[in-house]
């Protein structure tokens, strides 16, 4: 019969506990976040643009990457779409808008330009350890939307996260198995 040295047993105890700490702590530590922004924009252009009726209300979306630890918004991975205009994807402005907000600008291929404007959180008008938003208003400088209030900006869920996530839910269901199997024998 084989027995685990208190070294061995010590360690063992502690390497659950050190894995959860790492994947609680890994948002904290990750230099650089894609986020999702979607939300609807009233299209006052006076005429349909793609698949959006004139004054009326439609989705838009998109996505932009802020390194969290230094609070700037970076140039690549930037793409936000409006119904007929080209992805707004080239970042010419990023700063603080007021005490609690926060504004992006961007261009497109037709040299239009966007602005979005949202609350920052948890740190008012910063994005260093930016984790959430919610829009405040912005718009386009050709005067085709107004970008409505109260949608959102969410963090997009990193793979590398969910697997090692997978992987510890897998070790500690091995493990349940191999001491419910060591009590079998016992």
């Not at 084989?2 to 061995?8: A, D, K």
């Not at 010590?10 to 702590?25: C, E, K, T, V």
């Not at 080239?90 to 602005?115: H, K, P, Y």
């Amino acid at each position: 019969m084989e027995s685990q040295t208190p070294t061995c047993s010590f360690l063992s105890r502690l390497a659950l506990p050190g894995l959860m700490s790492l994947i609680l702590l890994a948002p904290a530590i990750a230099r650089a976040d894609v986020f999702y922004v979607s939300g609807t924009a009233l299209n006052f252009s006076g005429g349909k643009l793609g698949s959006c009726a004139a004054g009326a209300n439609c989705p838009f979306s998109g996505m932009f990457t802020v390194d969290t630890t230094t609070g700037t918004v970076e140039s690549t991975g930037l793409d936000i779409t409006l119904p007929g205009l080209p992805d707004f994807d080239t970042l010419f402005f990023s700063g603080a808008a007021s005490s609690n907000a926060w504004e992006i600008g961007a261009t497109n291929s037709a040299g239009d330009s966007l602005s979005l404007a949202f609350i920052t959180a948890p740190t008012p008008a910063s994005l260093v350890g930016f984790t959430e938003g919610s829009i405040v208003g912005g718009g386009d400088e050709g005067h085709n939307y107004i970008i409505n209030s109260g949608d959102s900006i969410a963090p997009v869920p990193e793979p590398t996260s969910l697997v090692l996530l997978a992987g510890v839910i897998g070790w500690v269901v091995g493990m349940k198995r191999r001491v419910r199997q060591k009590s079998a024998i016992h």
